[in-house]
């Protein structure tokens, strides 16, 4: 069976999102990228461009399933608040953009299903990402590699739900 | 000049709404209400919800503005997350609803405009709330009223910026 699945990694300025298809064990990189905002602009329209940019890869690629990170650790309040409403907003254009199931994993179980240790550091994931892919392409941001893992490790892990995997 | 202005209240189980309209002071209720979600729901889901709700009622009345307030503390890092989510999603809805202009205002400057005091209790603003848009009904909820406070709070302070009012 082929699935298509979309990863997530939400950020109020840098948001990344990678598409795969799964058939089986067999991955296949489809598309990736990343949605990028200058600080100038009003935060309300950060989010307007977050959400449009998301609504339009659901739109053109149509995943069945999605996968986003947990997040278990912000700083202060503050930059969780932030970083809620970006993340909010993805997770609302990957459910209006007909991902009617999406999926979140922690941190520690995205690197494991990637790397093979919980503590990888971001350019060991980046690396077996393209691994994994088959890419040659270097990522422009490294959001965009760790919403590609973010979408492996669903690849890896559906159907299956433990204390870390999460339906949202 | 007669505005129509939209106030919220988000939450991630109760966001509140409320809708006057502003003729120079002259304020009239227009309509109010509050999006409530099971604690069961998938929290996108919820998401969903709120969004579709809030968009319903900017489809509806078409406010030109919109008021919400200025989150500045929270309990923790986890809270303030999960809040940051809804208040994202009701940011998008004002935005793709059509209100170009979403303002934020500090709780106490809502409470000063509306009450006098910036300390104010909750049922004191809802005394004043109705009060101020002559109303006899009893609100549902404290953010059915919280909602109208900011409404109301941006109608006595529309074209001013101070420190405490930010257009998001």
Redesign the interface.
């Known amino acids: 069976m082929i699935m298509i699945i979309m990863g997530v990694d939400p950020g109020s300025y840098i948001t990344g999102w990678g598409v795969i298809e799964a058939t089986g064990s067999m991955l296949k990189y489809i598309d990736s990228g990343s949605v990028e905002i200058p600080k100038g602009k009003?935060?309300?329209?950060r989010?307007?461009n977050i959400?449009r940019s998301l609504i339009g890869v659901t739109d053109k690629y149509s995943p069945e399933q999605a996968a986003i990170e947990d997040?278990f650790?912000?700083?202060?309040?503050?930059?969780?608040?932030?970083?809620?409403?970006?993340?909010?907003?993805a997770?609302?254009a990957?459910?209006?953009g007909g991902c009617e199931n999406?999926f979140q994993y922690s941190p520690r179980k995205i690197k494991m299903s990637v790397v093979g240790v919980g503590s990888a550091e971001k350019r060991q994931v980046q690396h077996m990402v393209k691994l994994i892919l088959g890419l040659k392409k270097t990522f422009k941001r490294e959001d965009e590699s760790d919403a590609l893992a973010t979408a492996i490790c669903h690849a890896n892990n559906t159907g299956r739900v433990t204390k870390d995997i999460k339906?949202?």
Do not use: M, Q
Not at 42 to 45: A, E, G, I, Y
Not at 73 to 89: D, E, M, T
């Open positions: 009003l935060f309300s329209t989010l307007e959400y997040i650790f912000c700083k202060n309040a503050k930059s969780a608040l932030v970083l809620g409403h970006a993340r909010g907003v997770l609302l990957l459910k209006n999406v339906l949202l």
